[in-house]
């Protein structure tokens, strides 16, 4: 509890105090605080002290308001460290994260001209067309679509993608392992549609990211992800080249 006695600040034992529940897990992500007035009763201080601790939270990341629904824990980003071909499940699943596959749509279609030429394929192709939503600790954080051509994997199915992931399905499947991936990245604002998906404002930046995916010289994916900006944080490692 708060000691009136210490020359720390009030406000800044009740800022350390609250991110103590939000560090251990006492109030889940994206779960609701209690109000200004349970508070200042419960600490037994004022309401500029308990604002001025809010403020503090809020702007180092913890915390978020939204008007007339209240204060809510924030999601802190995780990071994901871009150096070598990774699956993104595998990586988090490995830091004990939970990942999820919600999938919206698996189905056989006719490839359009600009996703023959993503994948580098004949016009009228066949392809199979995945979309899912993506959930880390029962978050959604993306939503991404998938083009495979047909003849890569003609057994993938939505129910193994949702148990298995998309990389362990092909493999399982179809007998292809993935190898190399070429991703480009850009800043957007999401539709409507993905803003309801991923419980987000539609004001709020989301990253784009498409990535093309080899195995061997044939590419076997083409996916546009869309990703909650405040969801992840990329690092990237750079190296120097040597020259002779």
Do not use: H
Request: hydrophobic share 35%; charged share 30%; aromatic share 8%.
């Amino acid at each position: 509890m708060l000691n009136q006695n210490k020359k720390i600040p009030l406000y800044v034992q009740l800022y350390e105090e609250l991110l103590d529940q939000i560090v251990s897990g006492v109030w889940e992500v994206e779960g609701l605080l209690p109000t200004e007035k349970e508070l200042l009763e419960k600490y037994s201080v004022s309401r500029i002290t308990v604002r001025q601790a809010l403020e503090q939270l809020k702007n180092e990341g913890y915390i978020v308001r939204k008007p007339g629904k209240g204060t809510y824990v924030k999601s802190q980003p995780i990071e994901q460290t871009l150096s070598n071909f990774y699956s993104f499940s595998d990586d988090m699943q490995r830091k004990g994260f939970e990942i999820k596959n919600k999938i919206l749509k698996c189905e056989k279609q006719i490839a359009s001209d600009y996703v023959a030429r993503k994948l580098e394929i004949e016009l009228n192709s066949e392809v199979i067309i995945l979309e899912r939503i993506r959930s880390i600790d029962k978050i959604a954080f993306a939503y991404e679509k998938s083009y495979i051509p047909f003849q890569v994997c003609p057994r993938l199915t939505g129910e193994s993608v949702e148990e298995k992931g998309l990389y362990k399905s092909l493999e399982d499947l179809g007998n292809v392992t993935p190898d190399l991936a070429t991703e480009t990245f850009e800043a957007i604002l999401p539709t409507q549609k993905i803003a309801e998906y991923l419980n987000m404002n539609e004001r709020q930046p989301a990253l784009q990211i498409d990535r093309i995916t080899k195995s061997g010289d044939s590419i076997i994916e083409y996916c546009r992800s869309l990703v909650r900006g405040d969801r992840i944080k990329y690092n990237v490692i750079l190296r120097t080249v040597y020259r002779k």
